[in-house]
């Protein structure tokens, strides 16, 4: 009933907006750069929703040389590891796709070349801290974050 009443009244105050946006989930946007740095390292994020992650590389140089992808790590993940491990997945994007270190991946965007977008959704069933890095070699020792699902 709550919901029909606000349905009815929200487009008189001009609120459709709001609330398609409160019904949506939660969208993280992050970018890069070519100075290997994410332009946010924390976000917080509800628990067991859909999360959707707009991630873009702002970036010049070729994909090559400079390509970004986001990785997100189960809670406890031994970060520096898994970006050492993720150099002998270049077939994959630097993204583990069997053995140990893919059961830590939670979500991956794709690995990005200059103005390239990727879009994914995942949801972090359980509370707690969800490490994300850039698997590019040599990139995770700088673009690193931390999701926090609450």
């Known amino acids: 009933m709550k919901i029909k009443i606000a349905t009815i009244l929200m487009p008189l105050f001009g609120l459709t907006g709001l609330f398609s946006v409160a019904l949506a989930g939660t969208t993280i946007e992050l970018s890069a750069n070519d100075t290997m740095q994410f332009?946010?390292?924390?976000?917080?994020v509800p628990s067991g929703e859909e999360i959707t992650l707009v991630f873009t590389n702002?970036?010049?140089?070729?994909?090559a040389a400079m390509g970004h992808n986001v990785v997100i790590l189960k809670p406890g993940s031994d970060v520096m590891g898994f970006g050492a491990g993720a150099v002998a997945a270049a077939a994959t994007e630097y993204v583990p796709q069997s053995g140990p270190l893919s059961e830590l991946v939670v979500a991956s965007t794709k690995l990005l070349g200059p103005n390239e977008t990727d879009t994914i959704k995942f949801k972090l069933d359980a509370p707690g801290e969800y490490a994300f890095i850039c698997s590019f070699p040599g990139h995770y020792a700088l673009m690193k974050g931390i999701i926090t699902a609450n």
């Open 58 to 63: 702002k970036g010049a140089l070729p994909k």
């Open 39 to 44: 332009d946010n390292k924390a976000f917080e």
